[in-house]
Each structure stands twice: as structure tokens, then as C-alpha cells.
């Protein structure tokens, strides 16, 4: 028991003031009940957990976070702060909260199974294996821990491996939903359509909030091209889950696939009334007009002004839409109405610099200056206004000033992405091309979306091969873009080419829902079914594009492919006959059948056709080449194919294909001079053109004068930076012919490990490692270069040298 102190009248003492000051803080703890630093910890985790069951996530989440200020390194409290994480779906926090909870609990399984199964989210799938096997070590029984390692099996694409755990685990639990669901999705991989929808129904019923389960069943659906099911199946998750949005996205896209417009924009109307505060639904529901009633966009538009006529921001992003769109009237007139109330605020000025941003386009350029004046004076910093300033001086042509201009810019403004796109376009008109990469690519870095500075990055990695990298630009992009066109439309046509299927057709719907040109997504529709094997269907796909679209060459050559799978190739040439007879004259069409002819061994009629065509249409190009391939393949000799090609360029003497078809043909004949003063010609002619000019440099420095060497060498220089392998093959290349075989044998092997496949390059690096004397492994890389050339039935330029050399060193 506390004995209190007596405390005397008057000035107390400092000790009495000590003493009393011990005494209230006593009491104060007693009051208490004298909490230790544990004991106030566990009363926090224990009122978060209470929380947390209530669903009071944010207050529950303070609690934990008291609990782990009072006492650092309780791992309940790092797992419980996990599950609030993982309700906010903020899965890097989550992942980093579990991560601490086992590092202080080694054997907390809980945490361990939800640590696996979000590195499988984040593709880590070594991780999320070492949690399964860590599990299974201690518990080989548990069940969550087997699903997850046959879940990390399915992300490798080891079916066997992850089918027989899966069987294991129904054996023991027949009713557990996650393992059904697995099963589900192995039937899947294995195209068992039937057998995947009754086991979806099995877990369903189960667990019929399965979200995943759903989705995997609207792809059965689509696999089996079963529509009507899929837009039920979407209707269910809107009613379901009526607070995302991209279901009913998804939903109003499949009702514009089926024709069922208004249905879809009722859906996109929803969404725009339960988000009047945002712009995204408004714009998705102008694109949706935009593609299906053009007619009634500028009202729609009108109507979302007035409706937002106290938030000029809204005002103006849809106003800078409208004149993107193409309805510039109307976006002119909503910027003038936010700069009469914005005046010379930020938005104003914004606004006025988009009305000169008008006027730059038609080449106004003293209208566009003074404009930018104006802005610079009341605000000298303003960006937007700057940025047009040094789109103006690239307009102008004065590329140095806005080369110096822009680079001040980009330095003010780091994440200024435009600023370094248009630094790019800059460098590009001085044919810096590495400058202009790098510049481009830092533009990308600060906003993937921007379609300026990505088409150029990513159409230089599909070229070069590097798909990879260009998927990776290309999901960055969408993800900071989802409803932009072109960008969903590269995602349908890398999926396609993938192989994945099933990801392509979600896309499509996108398409067909914003695309204004109704044959786009029919064409990449079709794709999908060609890819899926549905050739019939594809078949009138493509038809159907062909008829809204008549010279749309892929749509045509796929169709060909399409009735050559299913044997009956004479289909298609019916239809590509009666097709150019109601398009008479149509070069594409022309040019395709001809083609047919020749692949089908017709080659005499393909001749009769193609000079029947040249009587009436002497400037078709393509005609020319055709007849030159048909010609040489007719009579075995490729010199009649030169004829054919002069005779082309005397009614097309500015023709870059048919000169560059030419100049393959004297390399061929091995007229090199010809070939050399037809390239030569064409460079001063074209001279930004890489492929001329890695033709000419790639033949001068294979001649025997050495000044044709230096001169290949310097011209290849222009190569070293572009992203395509031929070319760079044709700089390293350059390297070993001067002397710089170190550099070259350098880049060479980078190369190869790029194009392992490609027998120029094996040559090319075999003769290298000859000259720097790794005989073993220039005679390796010889040999190999030889036999695949065997293998791909074609020779490449060096192929007699290349026998030669490795005969050379192998009998040293």
C-alpha cells in the first residue's frame, strides 16, 4: 500500500516538489493499472483484431500500428496489418508485412501460404515454391500449401506435375473449391471445354463469390464461341460486383459486338451518373458515340459541358477530346468559354495555349507566336506554353534552336515527358538516331502512354525481334491508357502472334467498343478464331472485313491461309476472283491473286493476269515484282527478273521498292559494281533510308579495295545505334573487316545470343574468333553457320568463304 507524504502549507521545498511530483505520477500509474510496454501492445493488437472482424479496416489498421510502436516485433501484428493490406489490395505493402511476420515466426504457416500465393501474383514463382515446399516440409497434409505448389507448377506450364497433386488433393477433399478450381483450369489448358463447366458448377455452388471461377468460365464460353453466354455471365458480374467498372465496360463491349448498341450505351450512362465526378466514364462514352453515332457527339458533348459548368477542368479535357477527335468547332468553342471564366489562371492559360496549338497546325505560325507572347508574359514560366514554343521551332525547321530550346526545358522540368519526345522527334531530324532513342525512351520512363514517343521505341523492338521489350512497353502503356485504340490494338496483334488467345479476345471486346471503323475489330476478331482454329468462322470474319474494307491485304492473305488449313484452296480463289472482278483495278487485290496463282503452281496464268494488269495499270509497283518472281522461277533464271524491274522503273523511276528489288537482283547475278552504283544512287535520293544504307555499306566492305572498305566501314557507323539485327550484323561486321575485331567479336556475340539462329552471324563470329585465334570456337561457330543454312534451305552472302576458312583450319 502507498503511504502518502504529508505536505506542509507555505513554499514548498524543491524536494517536497520532487516528492509530489513522484506521488501524481504514481497515482496516475496505478489508475492505469501500471501498463508495461508488452501489456499496452497486446491491448492494441487485441482492440485491431476486434476491430478487423467488425470490418473496420482504417481504425483497426492504427491499432496495429500502436501495437508495433509500443512493442516493436510481434509477427501477429505484422500478419494482421498483412490482412488489412490485402482487404485495401495494396499487395506490395502485404507482401512486405508478411515477409517481417515470418522473419519473426519462422513457422507461421498462415502467413507463409498468403506469401506464396502473392509472389505468384508479382510472377515470382521460385518464391512462391519455397513457401509451398517450406509448408509441406512441416505440415505435408496441408492442403493449402499442395494447391499452392500445383499453382506454381500451372505458372510454369508443368500440367503433369500440378494435375497429379491437384488429383491428390480431390482424393482427400472432393468439395475443397480451390482445388476444383484448379482442376477446372488444367481442363482448360487441355481444351476439355465440357468437362471445365461442370466443374465450375461443382465450385460454385460451393463458393459462388468465386471471382476467378467466373472469369475462367466466360473463357469456356468465348472457346467455344458461345456469345449469348458470355454477355450472361458478364451481366451476372455487374450485378454482382456493381462497384467495378471494367465489368461493365466489358458488358456494354460485348453488347456492341452484338449489335446491341443501345444496351451499351445504357451501361456506359451508368457509369458516367455514378462517377459525375470523373472524366474517364464521360470521354469512354463519347468514344462509344464517336464509333457508332458520330452524328450525335457534339450534343452529348454539350450536354456533359453544361452538366460540369462549375468544374472548367472537366470542361476542358473534354473540349481538348473533342478537337483530338476531330471536332474542332466544338472543342474550340468549350476552350474559348473555359478562358472567359479561367482568364489568366492556369486553366486559362492552358486553354489559350491550346487554341494556338490550332493555329500551328495550320502552319499560322505569327498567329501561334504571338499567341505564346501573350501567355509567356503573364506567366514566363508556364510550361504547356513553352512546350509549343519548341514545337514551333520544329515546325519552323530551325532543329538547332529548338534542339538548345528544348534540352533548358527538360532540364527546368524533369518529368517533363513531351518535352523529351519532341527532343526526340528533334534528334531524329538531325539523324541522331541514338540521341533520339534515348530521348523517347526517357519519355516513356515518365508517362508509357505517350503514343508520340511510343509507336517509334515500339515498332523498332518488333522489328529487331526483341518481342519481349516490346510487350513490356506496350503493357505500360495500356495500363496508363487502357481505352486508347491503337494501343489495344497492338495488344490484339502481339497476343495473336503469341498464341495468347484468350487474352486477345478480352482485348477485342475493348476494340469493339471504341473503334469507329467497325471492319477493325471484325478483322482482329478473325485473327483470334484463325488462331483458335475456328477456320470457318474466321473465313466470314474475313469476308465480312473485305466487304467493308476491299484492299485490306491481311484480311485477304489470311483468308487464303484460313481455306489452305482446311484444304480448299479453290474457295479461295474463287472469292479473290470474283472479288477483284467488283474491284477492278484494285492493286492489293491484283497483286494478292497473282500471288495465289503462283503458290498453287499456276504460274502461267499468274503471268497472263499480271500483263493483262500492267496494259491498264502501268504504275502498279507491286505487279512488277510479282511478274519478276513469277518470270525467274518460270524459266530458272533470275536475270529475266532484272529486265522485269527496269522496265517497272521506267514507268515508276522514283520507285524505292522496285530499285531496292532490283539492286538484291545484281547481288544475286554478283554484279556487285551495278549493285553498288544502284545504292549509291539511291542513298543520295533517300538518304535517311537505313536499308539502302546497310545494302551499299554491307557491300563495300566486302569488296578487295581498301578504300571501298573504310568508306563501307564509315557509312556502316550509321548502324550502330538502330535496333535490328541485320544491321548491326553489318556494323560488327565492319568492325573485324578495318581491324577492330575485339569490338566486333564483342558485339557479335551479343548478337547471337539474340539471334542464335541466324547463319550470317555464326559466320561473321566464327571468322572472328579465326582472326583474334580461338580456333576451336571459330571452327564451332563455322560449322554451325553452315548447318543452318542446310536447315532453313537458304544460303547467306560468305557461305562458299565460310567452307573454306573452316576447311582451312581444320586441316592446320
Given at each position: 500500500m502507498l503511504k502518502f507524504l504529508e505536505i506542509k502549507v507555505g513554499f514548498p521545498?524543491?524536494?517536497?516538489?520532487?516528492?509530489?511530483?513522484?506521488?501524481?505520477?504514481?497515482?496516475?500509474?496505478?489508475?492505469?493499472?501500471?501498463?508495461?510496454?508488452?501489456?499496452?501492445?497486446?491491448?492494441?493488437?487485441?482492440?485491431?483484431?476486434?476491430?478487423?472482424?467488425?470490418?473496420?479496416?482504417?481504425?483497426a489498421f492504427l491499432e496495429f500500428k500502436s501495437a508495433n510502436q509500443s512493442q516493436a516485433g510481434n509477427a501477429d501484428t505484422y500478419y494482421y496489418m498483412a490482412l488489412v493490406d490485402e482487404k485495401k489490395n495494396n499487395l506490395k505493402s502485404m507482401r512486405q508485412n508478411l515477409s517481417k511476420a515470418i522473419e519473426l515466426a519462422p513457422d507461421m504457416i498462415p502467413a507463409r501460404l498468403k506469401l506464396g500465393k502473392i509472389s505468384l501474383i508479382f510472377g515470382e514463382v521460385d518464391k512462391a515454391r519455397e513457401q509451398a515446399n517450406y509448408v509441406l516440409q512441416k505440415e505435408p497434409a496441408e492442403i493449402d500449401g499442395q494447391i499452392l505448389l500445383a499453382s506454381s507448377f500451372i505458372r510454369e506450364g508443368k500440367y503433369k506435375e500440378a494435375s497429379d497433386i491437384v488429383d491428390s488433393v480431390l482424393k482427400s477433399a472432393p468439395e475443397n473449391p480451390e482445388a476444383i478450381s484448379l482442376s477446372a483450369a488444367l481442363a482448360f489448358e487441355r481444351g476439355e471445354v465440357d468437362s471445365v463447366l461442370s466443374l465450375i458448377e461443382k465450385a460454385l455452388a460451393i463458393k459462388p463469390e468465386n471471382l476467378p471461377l467466373r472469369l475462367l468460365r466466360i473463357k469456356a464460353y468465348s472457346a467455344r464461341n458461345d456469345i449469348e453466354k458470355v454477355v450472361a455471365e458478364y451481366e451476372s458480374l455487374v450485378t454482382l460486383y456493381p462497384d467495378v467498372d471494367n465489368f461493365k465496360v466489358t458488358l456494354a463491349s460485348m453488347y456492341s459486338m452484338t449489335g446491341k448498341l443501345d444496351k451499351a450505351e445504357n451501361v456506359l450512362r451508368q457509369i458516367v451518373e455514378a462517377s459525375k465526378d470523373k472524366i474517364g466514364p464521360k470521354v469512354v462514352l463519347l468514344e462509344f458515340l464517336n464509333a457508332k453515332a458520330k452524328d450525335r457527339v457534339?450534343?452529348?458533348?454539350?450536354?456533359?459541358?453544361?452538366?460540369?459548368?462549375?468544374?472548367?477542368?472537366?470542361?476542358?479535357?473534354?473540349?481538348?477530346?473533342?478537337?483530338?477527335?476531330?471536332?474542332?468547332?466544338?472543342?474550340?468553342?468549350?476552350?474559348?468559354?473555359?478562358?472567359?471564366?479561367?482568364?489568366?489562371?492556369?486553366?486559362?492559360?492552358?486553354?489559350?495555349?491550346?487554341?494556338?496549338?490550332?493555329?500551328?497546325?495550320?502552319?499560322?505560325?505569327?498567329?501561334?507566336?504571338?499567341?505564346?507572347?501573350?501567355?509567356?508574359?503573364?506567366?514566363?514560366?508556364?510550361?504547356e506554353a513553352k512546350l509549343l514554343r519548341g514545337r514551333l521551332l520544329l515546325s519552323e525547321n530551325k532543329v538547332d534552336d529548338a534542339l538548345e530550346f528544348l534540352n533548358k526545358l527538360v532540364w527546368e522540368k524533369k518529368d517533363a515527358d513531351s518535352a523529351y519526345q519532341l527532343l526526340g522527334q528533334a534528334y531524329a531530324m538531325k539523324n541522331d538516331r541514338k540521341q533520339a532513342d534515348r530521348n523517347l525512351k526517357l519519355a516513356l520512363d515518365i508517362n508509357p502512354a505517350n503514343a508520340a514517343a511510343f509507336f517509334p521505341v515500339y515498332e523498332d523492338y518488333m522489328k529487331a525481334g526483341q518481342r519481349d521489350t516490346a510487350r513490356h512497353y506496350l503493357e505500360k502503356a495500356i495500363k496508363a491508357k487502357?481505352?486508347?485504340?491503337?494501343?489495344?490494338?497492338?495488344?490484339?496483334?502481339?497476343?495473336?502472334?503469341?498464341?495468347?488467345?484468350?487474352?486477345?479476345?478480352e482485348v477485342v471486346q475493348r476494340v469493339a467498343l471504341l473503334s469507329k471503323n467497325k471492319a477493325i475489330p471484325l478483322y482482329l476478331q478473325a485473327t483470334v478464331m484463325q488462331g483458335k482454329k475456328q477456320f470457318q468462322s474466321a473465313a466470314e470474319l474475313y469476308k465480312s472485313v473485305l466487304i467493308e474494307s476491299p484492299d485490306h491485304l491481311n484480311s485477304m492473305i489470311n483468308l487464303v491461309k484460313v481455306y489452305a488449313a482446311i484444304n480448299e484452296p479453290r474457295k479461295a480463289q474463287d472469292f479473290l476472283e470474283d472479288h477483284y472482278s467488283k474491284h477492278l483495278g484494285n492493286i492489293a487485290i491484283a497483286s494478292v491473286l497473282s500471288d495465289f496463282y503462283v503458290a498453287n503452281n499456276d504460274s502461267a496464268k499468274a503471268k497472263n493476269f499480271?500483263?493483262?494488269?500492267?496494259?491498264?495499270?502501268?504504275?502498279?509497283?507491286?505487279?512488277?515484282?510479282?511478274?519478276?518472281?513469277?518470270?525467274?522461277?518460270?524459266?530458272?533464271?533470275?536475270?529475266?527478273?532484272?529486265?522485269?524491274?527496269?522496265?517497272g522503273l521506267e514507268a515508276n523511276p522514283d520507285s524505292i521498292q522496285l530499285s531496292m528489288s532490283l539492286g538484291a537482283v545484281y547481288e544475286q547475278l554478283r554484279d556487285f559494281a551495278s549493285a553498288k552504283r544502284l545504292y549509291s544512287k539511291l542513298l543520295e535520293k533517300f538518304p535517311d533510308s537505313m536499308m539502302v544504307v546497310n545494302n551499299l555499306a554491307a557491300l563495300l566492305i566486302e569488296s578487295p579495295n581498301s578504300e571501298e572498305v573504310d568508306k563501307g566501314a564509315q557509312l556502316a557507323e550509321r548502324l550502330k545505334d538502330v535496333e535490328n539485327t541485320y544491321f548491326k550484323d553489318t556494323y560488327a561486321w565492319s568492325l573485324v573487316k578495318i581491324g577492330k575485331t575485339d569490338l566486333g567479336l564483342q558485339l557479335l556475340g551479343q548478337l547471337v545470343l539474340k539471334e542464335p539462329k541466324m547463319p550470317e552471324l555464326r559466320y561473321h563470329l566464327g571468322v572472328a574468333h579465326a582472326k583474334v585465334g580461338n580456333k576451336a570456337t571459330a571452327i564451332s561457330e563455322l560449322k554451325q553457320a553452315i548447318a543452318l543454312s542446310e536447315k532453313l534451305g537458304r544460303e547467306f552472302a560468305g557461305q562458299s568463304d565460310a567452307r573454306k576458312i573452316l576447311s582451312e583450319l581444320e586441316h592446320k
Open positions: 521545498s524543491a524536494r517536497v516538489l520532487t516528492i509530489r511530483s513522484l506521488c501524481l505520477a504514481t497515482l496516475i500509474l496505478v489508475s492505469v493499472g501500471c501498463q508495461s510496454p508488452e501489456e499496452a501492445a497486446k491491448e492494441h493488437f487485441q482492440k485491431g483484431k476486434e476491430l478487423f472482424d467488425k470490418g473496420e479496416i482504417d481504425t457534339v450534343s452529348e458533348y454539350s450536354a456533359l459541358s453544361s452538366a460540369a459548368k462549375n468544374d472548367q477542368n472537366t470542361v476542358f479535357e473534354l473540349s481538348k477530346w473533342m478537337i483530338a477527335s476531330g471536332f474542332r468547332d466544338a472543342g474550340v468553342n468549350g476552350l474559348k468559354d473555359v478562358l472567359s471564366v479561367e482568364k489568366n489562371s492556369d486553366l486559362g492559360l492552358a486553354a489559350k495555349t491550346v487554341i494556338a496549338e490550332m493555329a500551328l497546325g495550320d502552319k499560322r505560325y505569327d498567329e501561334v507566336d504571338k499567341a505564346l507572347t501573350e501567355v509567356l508574359t503573364v506567366k514566363p514560366d508556364f510550361y487502357p481505352n486508347q485504340i491503337l494501343f489495344l490494338i497492338a495488344m490484339v496483334e502481339a497476343d495473336v502472334s503469341e498464341g495468347r488467345l484468350d487474352e486477345a479476345q499480271i500483263n493483262e494488269q500492267l496494259k491498264r495499270f502501268p504504275n502498279a509497283v507491286p505487279l512488277y515484282q510479282s511478274l519478276a518472281r513469277i518470270e525467274a522461277s518460270l524459266h530458272k533464271d533470275i536475270a529475266i527478273a532484272k529486265d522485269i524491274l527496269l522496265r
